[in-house]
C-alpha cells in the first residue's frame, strides 16, 4: 500500500484523485487549507482509516511523519473569480507552495507530480497545443497571476528533477468538468449549467468563436494516475482534443437541458485564449491513453449534479446564475 501526499485535495480535481487512490488501495493524505476546496467533497471518506486530512496552508513549512511515496501537488486556486480576487496567494501558492512540496518529496524521495495548466500556454499562436510550445502568455495581465504562478511551478519542479534527481512529472491540465465543481466559480460549465437550469441568460463572451476542448472528470483523474506511474518527467497534455466553440457549447447546453434560455452575449475581456485545445499524442504514446467519455454522457452527469445542488440552494439558486466576468 503506498501511501499518496495531495495537496488541494478538498478541490474538484484533487477529491476526485482522492477517491481514485482509495479505491486502487492506496493510503492518502490530503493538505487543504479549504480556501477555495470544500471539506464536503471528501467528507465521505473521513471514517476511512487509509484517509487523513490536514487543514493547512502549504506555503508554510510542511513536516510529515510517516514515509511518502507520492506528492499529488494540486493546491491552487484554478478559477479565474479566485485567482483574481487573490493574486497574491495564487503566486504565493504557485512559488512558496510549490517549494514548500518539492522539499517534502525530496526528504521522502517521492515521486512529485505537478498540476500544471493549458493557461502556460496563454492565448495560443499554435493550434492544437502541443508540449513543446513555449507559449504566448502576458506577465501582467489579469490571468497573469494564475499563469505565471504555474509556468514557475513548472520551472521549480525541472530544476528540482535536475538539481537533485528527484522523479518528477507535469500534467497540463485542460479544461476539465464534472461533479463537485463549484456553481460559482466562474467556469463556463457550472456557470452555462446553472444559468440554462435557473431560467437566466446564457452569458457569451464576444461573438462566441472562441474554442474550448471538455474532458470529463473520470477520464482525466485517469490520465493523471498513468502519468504519475510512468517515467516521464518531461510536460504532458491530459484533456479532450475534440474542439468546440463557446457558441456550440452553450446551444449543447440549453439542448440537454431543454431549457428556453436566451444567450446573452458580452465583450470579449482581455486576454480571454481564443483557441484551446490539446494535442494529445504524446499522452497516447507514452500512457496509452486518450479520453473515453462523450460530451453528451459527461454532461449528462453533470447537470443532475448542478440540478440537485441548485434545488438544495433555493430559494437564493438564482445567484449563482449571475454572469461571470470571463470564461476560462
Not at 493538505?31 to 464536503?40: K, R
Not at 473521513?46 to 487523513?52: I, K, L, V
Not at 509556468?151 to 538539481?163: D, G, I, L, Q, S
Request: charged share 20%.
Amino acid at each position: 500500500m503506498e501511501h499518496v501526499l495531495i495537496t488541494g485535495g478538498a478541490g474538484f480535481l484533487g477529491s476526485h484523485l482522492c477517491d481514485l487512490m482509495l479505491r486502487k488501495g492506496h493510503r492518502v493524505t490530503v493538505i487543504d487549507d479549504l480556501s477555495t476546496g470544500s471539506a464536503e467533497n471528501i467528507s465521505q471518506h473521513f471514517e476511512n482509516s487509509n484517509f487523513t486530512f490536514l487543514k493547512y496552508d502549504i506555503t508554510n513549512y510542511i513536516h510529515i511523519e510517516d514515509h511518502i511515496d507520492t506528492i499529488l501537488h494540486f493546491a491552487s486556486p484554478a478559477s479565474p473569480i479566485d485567482y483574481q480576487q487573490a493574486p497574491i496567494a495564487t503566486l504565493k501558492t504557485g512559488s512558496l507552495g510549490t517549494h514548500k512540496a518539492l522539499g517534502l518529496a525530496l526528504a521522502h524521495n517521492a515521486t512529485f507530480l505537478l498540476a500544471s495548466t493549458s493557461e502556460v500556454y496563454g492565448d495560443p499562436l499554435v493550434h492544437p497545443q502541443t508540449e513543446d510550445y513555449w507559449g504566448n502568455v502576458n506577465p501582467i495581465g489579469p490571468r497573469s497571476m494564475y499563469d505565471e504562478a504555474k509556468r514557475f511551478a513548472e520551472a521549480f519542479t525541472m530544476a528540482y528533477h535536475n538539481a537533485h534527481g528527484l522523479e518528477t512529472r507535469i500534467v497540463r491540465i485542460f479544461n476539465t468538468y464534472g461533479p463537485r465543481m463549484r456553481m460559482h466559480d466562474g467556469r463556463v460549465v457550472p456557470a452555462m449549467i446553472c444559468q440554462a437550469l435557473s431560467g437566466q441568460p446564457l452569458t457569451v463572451f464576444g461573438d462566441g468563436s472562441q474554442t474550448r476542448s471538455f474532458c470529463y472528470i473520470s477520464d482525466e483523474v485517469d490520465g493523471i494516475y498513468r502519468l504519475a506511474n510512468s517515467t516521464c518527467s518531461t510536460p504532458v497534455n491530459i484533456g479532450n482534443p475534440h474542439e468546440m466553440t463557446v457558441l456550440e457549447f452553450a446551444e449543447t447546453i440549453l439542448r440537454i437541458t431543454k431549457s428556453h434560455s436566451p444567450i446573452e452575449y458580452h465583450p470579449l475581456p482581455i486576454d480571454d485564449p481564443h483557441k484551446r485545445q490539446p494535442d494529445i499524442t504524446k499522452a497516447k504514446a507514452i500512457l496509452d491513453w486518450e479520453p473515453k467519455v462523450t460530451l453528451e454522457e459527461g454532461l449528462a452527469h453533470t447537470i443532475e449534479y448542478f440540478r440537485a445542488k441548485l434545488e438544495d440552494q433555493r430559494p437564493s439558486a438564482r445567484k449563482y446564475a449571475e454572469s461571470p466576468k470571463s470564461w476560462v
